[in-house]
Every structure is written in structure tokens, then in C-alpha cells.
T-cell receptor, first 116, second 113 residues
Framework: KAGVTQTPRYLIKTRGQQVTLSCSPI?????VSWYQQTPGQGLQFLFE???????NKGNFPGRFSGRQFSNSRSEMNVSTLELGDSALYLC???????????????FGPGTRLTVT | AQKVTQAQTEISVVEKEDVTLDCVYE???????LFWYKQPPSGELVFLIR??????QNEISGRYSWNFQKSTSSFNFTITASQVVDSAVYFC??????????FGDGTTLTVKP
């Protein structure tokens, strides 16, 4: 099985711009989660999508949004970029059983976003 | 709200030493899942183990072992006879039945030859 893929791998943007990151989960995985990883803040949960619905959300401002498509692929959008948004953005997919039971997450290589 | 605490920010050991990485968690959920992940210098997080809240059986996998104690809300990870290849950042995580995940800040393990 192919792993989780994320595009692009590297991105440089200017303050005030917006950016869209893409994530393709492992085939059969319907849950996709997004994380922001920075040296100072560790791994921060952004949101989780399951069956095209945002099921969980972390404590990030509304500038961070996402969506999931019917094929489980997911996109994350950050509008009005700030310098502090520079980070590694990780996507993870997981197999979900109806009724609960969380399974392990499989992570992609991440998108390194630099805001100048 | 849930929280995962990895009190050890950095640990340095010499090869062949045993090392234990601590993880303490907080949650109000009665059903939850605990995980350990490894992030080697190459960057990608790799799943190591999953434990259900209702299964306190400890597990051993080769040089790795995990000790889950619900009474102390701890899920510690021990590497026996550490090797240089074990050098990485290790994350402990908790996921609720509803799919919300919380990660600890990670412990950077350096194994010196």
C-alpha cells in the first residue's frame, strides 16, 4: 500500500498570502488529521476529518480551515499568513471502525511552510 | 480537555544502556487509546504501539516494552540495550473514541556509541 502523501513538500509564502496544502491518505483510511509541528510548540492538533465532515478541531484561529473530499483526500488552507505560521504541517490518516475504536495514525512526510 | 505530559525533554544514554521514557496523561473519557510514535532524524513519524484504556496488559516487542498503569495514568516506554539507531524523538499520544488526538511534547533520545 502506498503511504500518506503530502504536496507540496516545501513552500515559501509572504505574510498576508494564503496557502493550500494537500494530503492523500492511505487507501481505505477515512480519517485524516492535520497537525502543526514547531520546535517550540511540539505537535499541535489542528483538525480531523472523517467522511467529509470535520469531526474534531484543535485550538487554532479561524484562518486555519480544511476540507475532505469523497475520496478521503484532504486539503488544509491557511489564510492571511503570519510569520508564526512557519512550521512543518503534518497530515495523518487512520482506519476508523464504525462506533469508535481509534486506530494508529500513519503520517505523511509533511509540508515545510516558511512565511517571510 | 485531555493532556499528555512527557516530562523528559531530552535523554542521553550510552549504547547498551536501558532507558525509560515517561508518559502521563489526563482525560475524562472512560474509553481512550494510547500510542507511542517515533520520529527519527529523517522526519516521518512512525507508529510503535497502541493500547486501549481497558487493556492494561503490558507488552514486549523485542527490545521495546510498554508499561500501562491506569491507576497512575501512565504509559511508559522502555528500550532495553539501546542502540544508536534508537536515537529519535518519541511521542506519546492519546486519542479519544471520538477521534480527537493529543500528543505530548516529545522526548528526544540520543544514544551515543
Amino acid at each position: 500500500k502506498a503511504g500518506v502523501t503530502q504536496t507540496p513538500r516545501y513552500l515559501i509564502k509572504t505574510r498576508g498570502q494564503q496557502v493550500t496544502l494537500s494530503c492523500s491518505p492511505i487507501s481505505g483510511h477515512r480519517s485524516v488529521s492535520w497537525y502543526q509541528q514547531t520546535p517550540g510548540q511540539g505537535l499541535q492538533f489542528l483538525f480531523e476529518y472523517f467522511s467529509e465532515t470535520q469531526r474534531n478541531k484543535g485550538n487554532f484561529p479561524g484562518r486555519f480551515s480544511g476540507r475532505q473530499f469523497s475520496n478521503s483526500r484532504s486539503e488544509m488552507n491557511v489564510s492571511t499568513l503570519e510569520l508564526g505560521d512557519s512550521a512543518l504541517y503534518l497530515c495523518a490518516s487512520s482506519f476508523v471502525v464504525a462506533g469508535g475504536s481509534a486506530y494508529e495514525q500513519y503520517f505523511g512526510p509533511g509540508t515545510r511552510l516558511t512565511v517571510t | 480537555a485531555q493532556k499528555v505530559t512527557q516530562a523528559q525533554t531530552e535523554i542521553s544514554v550510552v549504547e547498551k544502556e536501558d532507558v525509560t521514557l515517561d508518559c502521563v496523561y489526563e482525560t475524562r473519557d472512560t474509553t481512550y487509546y494510547l500510542f507511542w510514535y517515533k520520529q527519527p532524524p529523517s522526519g516521518e513519524l512512525v507508529f510503535l504501539i497502541r493500547r486501549n484504556s481497558f487493556d492494561e496488559q503490558n507488552e514486549i516487542s523485542g527490545r521495546y516494552s510498554w508499561n500501562f498503569q491506569k491507576s497512575t495514568s501512565s504509559f511508559n516506554f522502555t528500550i532495553t540495550a539501546s542502540q544508536v539507531v534508537d536515537s529519535a524523538v518519541y511521542f506519546c499520544a492519546l486519542t479519544t473514541n471520538a477521534g480527537k488526538s493529543t500528543f505530548g511534547d516529545g522526548t528526544t533520545l540520543t544514544v551515543k556509541p
